[in-house]
């Protein structure tokens, strides 16, 4: 059974930095399926932050690049997502998801079969 369990998430002040992870299950091997973060501010459509597919090839949005940092530890079968610099409209609940399928890191929401629970980040100014 697949399963994406996230941590790290809390509250934190403007230019601050949170470590996010997600520790993945059920998979065969971390290193044959695409990963990605999303996030959903209230009122908001959930949006695309970071992806990271088998093959180490990487998306951003444009608004987290240069800030966040996404990333993956194969041993672990964890996925993680540092955040720098934070901003105010960086508060969101942020989930990860995962896909068996090369994705070529797509942040397209519908793409991606499988969803954690999702760890609230609050920025404040």
């Known amino acids: 059974q697949v399963q994406l369990v996230e941590s790290g998430g809390g509250s934190v002040q403007a230019g601050g930095s949170l470590r996010l992870s997600c520790a993945a299950s059920?998979?065969?091997?971390?290193?044959?399926?695409?990963l990605v973060w999303f996030r959903q501010a209230p009122g908001k459509e959930r949006e695309g932050v970071a992806a990271?597919?088998?093959?180490?090839?990487?998306s951003y949005a444009d608004s987290v690049k240069g800030r966040f940092t996404i990333s993956k530890e194969n041993i672990k079968n964890t996925l993680y997502l540092q955040m720098n610099s934070l901003k105010p409209e960086d508060t969101a609940m942020y989930y990860c998801?995962?896909?068996?399928?090369?994705?070529?890191?797509?942040?397209?929401?519908?793409?991606?079969?499988?969803w954690g629970q999702g760890a609230q980040v609050t920025v404040s100014s």
């Open positions: 998801a995962a896909d068996n399928r090369y994705l070529l890191h797509t942040l397209d929401k519908d793409m991606y079969t499988y």
């Open positions: 059920g998979f065969t091997k971390i290193t044959s399926i695409a």
């Open positions: 990271i597919d088998y093959d180490g090839s990487i």
